[in-house]
């Protein structure tokens, strides 16, 4: 409910913004045409747990862990309007033991990465006249390489099974934009509509398993990608 509300917050300003004119913007602003930006953010994230009991299965040992590393570089064309590009780098590890209602054991590995590259065209509304506090909004399209191996050791079988998927998105991404300080800066955007081509293909011990093509139409806002990044910014033009 929060999101929905930050969202509906962010199109109300937004309007009403534009209604009420363009706010003058000082030569001296945070967004001046022909300045670059290079920005910097990443995670990581660490998960153990023991013992805990699922519907079908208990898990009597897990550990998770992975990390992210995303790069982004943007060009103002004008100091409303940028062209700009992102890389993102996404590894994870997966531990497990199981144990099924039969008593019967399963060790589980699974190793996966992620690697999403794009492009996009940004603009931005000033909320102040020396554009330190910005609504921004993102449209643009990113190619998506999702590839994993999981392995599963019961009965002294071994199973392992490689999973590649790849994706086509188109998205569209408003949010809020503060500049902290020169070349410091926090944004808080959320993921309202996105188009997505994916192939996902499927090999079990060396031998093609399955292939699964599929066209999703979101439009709907997601509760669950509420983004909130914090950047340096390093002015590379003039």
């Given at each position: 409910m929060k999101r929905l509300i930050f969202t509906f917050f962010i199109f109300f300003i937004g309007g009403k913004a534009v209604a009420q004119n363009e706010i003058t913007v000082a030569k001296n602003s945070f967004l001046r045409e022909g300045v670059a930006f290079a920005g910097f953010s990443?995670?990581?994230?660490?998960?153990?747990?023991?013992?805990?009991?699922?519907?079908?299965?208990?898990?009597?040992?897990?550990?998770?862990?992975?990390?992210?590393?995303?790069?982004?570089?943007?060009?103002?064309?004008?100091?409303?309007?940028?062209?700009?590009?992102?890389?993102?780098?996404?590894?994870?590890?997966?531990?497990?033991?199981?144990?099924?209602?039969?008593?019967?054991?399963?060790?589980?590995?699974?190793?996966?990465?992620?690697?999403?590259?794009?492009?996009y065209v940004k603009n931005f509304i000033p909320l102040t006249t020396n554009g330190r506090i910005n609504l921004y909004n993102i449209a643009g399209i990113a190619w998506v390489a999702d590839r994993s191996t999981s392995e599963n050791f019961s009965q002294g079988v071994l199973t392992r099974t490689y999973t590649r998927k790849n994706a086509l998105q188109l998205g569209i991404s408003p949010g809020i934009q503060v500049f902290v300080v020169d070349g410091f800066a926090t944004e808080v955007g959320v993921n309202v509509a996105g188009l997505s081509a994916t192939r996902k293909e499927i090999a079990v011990n060396g031998v093609d398993d399955s292939s699964v093509d599929t066209l999703d139409l979101d439009l709907r806002v997601n509760i669950l990608s509420l983004n909130i990044s914090f950047y340096y910014y390093f002015p590379i033009g003039k």
């Open positions: 990443g995670g990581a994230s660490l998960r153990e747990s023991e013992n805990e009991n699922l519907l079908l299965v208990t898990i009597q040992q897990q550990s998770k862990k992975g990390y992210n590393l995303i790069f982004a570089g943007v060009y103002l064309l004008k100091p409303d309007l940028a062209v700009g590009a992102g890389m993102r780098f996404d590894q994870s590890r997966i531990s497990k033991t199981l144990v099924d209602p039969d008593g019967i054991i399963s060790e589980v590995r699974v190793a996966g990465s992620i690697i999403t590259s794009s492009v």
